[in-house]
């Protein structure tokens, strides 16, 4: 992070963004050119190394995706169905090896064999109608999954009309804010994007902290392969997440509002948008909203393919254009975020739940769920399930019901459940039953809620590979800025690999020693996040493993 | 008293220091190891080997930190070596050791590696993972003259990424790729050479390994001693720490606790120090017989020098005999030559290089607040809301006040304004920059002392107080010709309106000025004006405010202060007045002389009028930097004895008579006063080159030869002289001086003063004095037919006459003068870019090649002067400040046409 850089980035503002230009520039040939690079940093009074550093970090804006025209999703979901050896190969039939790619997770982990072409996504049967879709205009793009909650029905609640939609927001314009904050502090609803941290503590936070400049940015990089929960809010339920972002604001006194979209998501970005241009119509946005003190802008910057930017300092590194290796804290966002100034970042579900919370008062949100863990989750179910699908429980609700009574139980025998993305626990079959759906009952099991995103791991996929696939990811998406996970990863995989392909033995002890490095020593919870079903796999299948380590 | 525990020990802990910062107070440096921390750095959080353990109740159940970026907080309990973190440390350690060379022995930086100590220090035995993925296989850059790496060595810890930013602010480097591909990066992954860097050596000094190195081998540990001393190259007056072996330099880096340039230099101070064993360096003295130089016994030239000066001065009079001193010699070398000049000779005909620099600001400073030199500190910066600079491009004349004045404009909550014809490198950064042309100085700040006082936002309280004159002042400024000044300056009179706006409503503001103000016709009045617009504003007396002259030459405070001046005295005091005259004459044990003596320029004057016969110059090209070449050229040939005491055949020394083999800043001691008026000890780093002598020693040897008995040149016997006589030099004693030197005023006692005029000025009241706007006789009388303006600027890599710069690798990065040209301009005369152009003045024309730039603009061009085989000067002409006679370096009336003849088939060569 560069104090320097934030400054200058944020001296044109964010309608100027540094990072959206670089996304705009690498439109037409997959990459920007060092010219229009420099060309950039001149523009922006910064080097030419910081554009060109950060052009050369992400998937998509790099030179390597040049001319890249598809991508296969290599996502956990999509490998452990075993549908993209296919995918890539039919593919082959009508484009150039050099023009396919990978995106990591296209959120498609229900019918998986999926792929992205020419700006859409496509999975499932899609691939059987190559013929319509290379080369063509298409609606092969869409998808279907199960959706049903629970004994109540919030965020999946069927989305009226504008006007009726956000009356509760006219409505606490009215009201002194500090008492719609405090409504959300009593709700006690606690952060959808993995950490758990109670939203009113951090709005609050941000409140107290005084600058004329303060940003809410809604965290859509949804980057868990396997997750499609906020998916699901942002195409089917955008106004619950804008709603969320201006009450957001309205507390804490913030002025702007980024979604931070990923670029897997291109159907996301499009819905949402349309949803801003339907709020800006009806005059719910804008200076003096309603007549009132309050103004509001909304921006929505696209991702360029990186799992790190989901971790929010990286994501607000992101944003300014810097290369988003994640910042030391504190300051804390909330204090000192994006351009330096206080910033509030939460996740899609998290925001969506505030509709709600207005509406009813918090403790009608309290009243759901455990002590500790209130309100409803949203689970996504990836295509090993019977019914694939976004599932909205009451927090606390046994993980077996969601299994087997929305998610209509297992196609076929899965050995182990993978929840919470890639630095989730892995749940082996036998402790289902031991879980309830909340933050507490994973923590107290040893693993991770997450943003509850379930994987299954089939019976026959060697659990040393799965292994070797985490190491890999991690190793793929470390931002590289400390020393641990930077380094960890790769020799971790390297060890993974080399025992599942030779005959190589993995020293126990210095295995230990990596993960214990990893868990400890990491900046952020990517490296720091790892070694946690890593050691899940350890322990529970132990028999499977032992053959590729030493003792 | 809050408190925090390390390893169960109670401490006090201070507000907002990170755990690291505690433990380093109480257990030492090295206590904690650290490979991404660096002194001068933000906190990073890269290598994590600084990892503690921390408990909130005694032996409780603790966390592992990072302790670089974690906060103290009261209570905590911190344990630095539990076997778990000792463990993590050498865990993270070997990782890195899994891609990284292993072939110490051979490796430049051996013995002195970061690594290396951290490794040593966790006890790491051997790497226990498999071979895989690495980058050892990264090639070197050897590509300029100066920087080096070899990445292969990287540990990608950023130092070298965040001192190009924090420190430098260049954003030079970065890292490309991410994960474990990361690769540090210079520019779009170029080279050194073909990337933007500056060569100030700052990521190379924060590099823990040899991955970013320079020539030479800075970081390497050869057998050798280090020295403190100051840098030659500018008012800065950076701290150096010179490496040496065996009588030879190795290497320069700078030491983190000075307080000037905290572990910061530029490329001057830090590597342009190999003129010093030049084969070019004069090793004898010579005297010019039938139009050759002979080299002649040191015996022998004295005898010479002291026959001749003895015979004019009997047969012409003192008066017929002038000085030139040196602001790159030190105080004491000064003070000794106006001795000389005033004791010896006994004429005031003493003055330096300040006359084409800086002598309006003395003069201009004087007359308002009565005393010549900055109100404050550079390290007042981090108390000031607003900075406004003026004629100045300090990033590339005074770097490392430069890069600070960077930092500063770059952060938005800041308030920065220049004022300059350029579009300078701070002006890109500025939130107001006033593009005036030329020669307008005075018209702009008088427009913006209007629009102060008619916004009400001039300073009434301190006004009524602390100052005399206002009412007639605000009357003038009252009366100004808006319309008049927004046509002559040629900026939008709103932009200068929010300008002056911005200054007065800043709590505290600050100004800095260069030559752009002083080398002007009205360079002293400008000079009083941004005084006058501090006295307005009240940013007098406190931190954080103040009038800041950006002093060239190092010295050139110093040697004014040291009386080099025709009509002031050692310690500034007035030679015309019979009291002060006592003094002297009691002092020096002789009678001195109480007329005023020749400025520089009426030196030249009468040497062309036969009046003067002899001229000594110390240390100063003035055929190469002084305005007109020709003119004093001629005027050097009609003087009978000319006397160069200086490094290297110089364009002058050509035209001596007597040459004398002087010292370099690395071969004496003594001391050098900072445009802070800080007083900083020069240390003898080696001795001078074989037949060279110690400049003052040269002096004294004359002197005695003279019959005044001098006792031989040395630091502190020099100052325990020189603080008799010079009122603010009363508590400067060598020992005193330490590692940071002493801000004068300095009391007797030793106490030493950081700002001027606190309670009240020298002269009781700051004066608020009057000066309207007037074109310069340069373009009233030539711009009809020369239509353009050229004014002249420095460039970062050379100094001035560029006499030692040049001798060094800095030649290899800027190799020739050019000329900075507007598109448009370049477009009608159907120039360009490196083609070359022709200039010419009402005094001559000289080819230089062309820079098209939007950095100035239409109609105004700009130039470097710091190659002899352009010779700027012969273009610049004869107008001089009218107060301080400064020449008018910054406004000379040209025309331009594109070069025909050789230089048509040099620009395409
Ligand atoms: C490696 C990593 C990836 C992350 N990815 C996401 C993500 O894709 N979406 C998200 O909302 N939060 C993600 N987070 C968590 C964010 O850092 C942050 O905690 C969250 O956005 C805060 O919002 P919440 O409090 O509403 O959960 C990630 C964290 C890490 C360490
Ligand atoms: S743990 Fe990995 S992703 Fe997180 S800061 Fe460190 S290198 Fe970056
Ligand atoms: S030498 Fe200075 S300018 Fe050049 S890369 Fe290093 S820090 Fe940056
Ligand atoms: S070049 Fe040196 S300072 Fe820069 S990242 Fe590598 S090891 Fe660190
Ligand atoms: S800034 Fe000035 S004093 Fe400092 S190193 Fe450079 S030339 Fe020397
Ligand atoms: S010194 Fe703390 S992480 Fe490197």
Redesign the interface.
Known sequence: MSKNLSELSGRKGIEESLFDKMGQLAQERGTPSVEELDQLADEFLIGKANTFGTATFYDFLKPENQGKRAYVCNGTACVCAGTQDKVTKQLEKHLQPSEIGHMTCLGRCHENAAFNYNGKNFSGKALENLDQIIGKETELNSDTYHVKSGANEILTNPFSEVDQYYAPFIDALTKDSKSVLEEIKISNVRGRGGAGFPMGLKLEFCRNTENATKFIICNADEGDPGAYSDRYLLEQRPHSVLFGMLIAGYVTHASYGILYIRAEYPESIQIVQDAIDALKEKGLIGRNIQGTEFSFEFKIIQAQGSYICGEETALINSIEGQRPEVRVRPPFPAQQGLFNKPTIVNNVETLAALHHIISNGGSAWKAIGTERSSGTKLVSLDSFFNKPGIYEVDMGTPLATVFNEFGGGFKSEVKAVQIGGPLGGLVPAHKIDALTLDFESFANEGFLLGHASVVCVPQDFPIIQFIEHLFDFASYESCGKCFPCRLGTKRGQEMASQAMNSDYKIDRELFHDLLTTLEEGSLCAHGGGIPLPVRNALEYFDDELKQYFNS | MKTAYINNEPHEIKDGETMLAFIKRFKGEKHVPT?CDAPNL????????C?VAVALEEDGKTK?M?SC?S?VAEGQYIYTDTA?VK??RK??VE??L??HPLDCLTCEVNGNCELQDVAAQVGIRDV???A??NHLHYTKDMSHPYMTSDLSKC??C?RCV?A???VQ??????????????KI?????NTFMD??CVSCGACAQACPTSAISDVFQSKSVVESEVTRTICTYCGVGCNLDVSTSSGEILSIQAPYDAEVNQGHTCLKGRYAFKFYDHPERLDSPMIKRNGTFEKVSWEEVYTYIADKLGTFKKEFGPDSIAGISSARCTNEENYLMQKFIRAVIGTNNIDGCARVCHSPTALGMQQTFGTGAATNSIDDLKDTNCIMVIGANPTDAHPVTGAKLK?FA???GNVSIVIDPRRTEIA??ATHHIPLRPGTNVAVLNMMMYYIITEGLADESFIGSRTEGFDEYKKEILAIDLDQIEGICGVDRNIIKEAAIAYAAAPNAMSFHGLGVTEHSQGTFTVMQIADLALLTGNIGRRGVGVNPLRGQNNVQGSADMGVQPHQGAGYMDITKPEVNLQYNKFYGVEVPSAIGYKIPEMFDAALEGKLKALWVIGEDIVQTDPNTQKVIKALNNTDLVIVQELFMTETAKQADVVLPGASFLEKSGTFTNGERRVQAVRQVVEPVVGAKVDGQIIVDIMNKMGYAQPDYDAKSMLDEINQIVPFFAGITWDRLGKNGLQWPVAKDGTDTQILHKEEFKIGKGQFIFNNWRETEELVEHAKDYPYILTTNRELEHYNCGAMTRRTGNELILKDDYLMINPEDAKEHMIKDGEFVCIESPRGKVDVKARITDEVKSGILSTTFHFPDIMINNLTGDIHDSEAKCPEYKVVAVRIRKSKGKYKTLAEA
């Open positions: 490979l933000d906190p990073f959080g890269a290598c994590r080997v990892s592992t990072a970026h906060p778990s463990k993590l865990n993270i990782l890195v899994t891609d226990r993972y498999p895989g993925a540990i990608n950023y965040r190009c930013d924090e602010g260049e954003f030079v480097l970065s890292m490309s790729g991410r994960g474990f591909d990361s990066i210079k520019g779009s992954d990337s933007d930092q770059m952060k938005t890109r950064y």
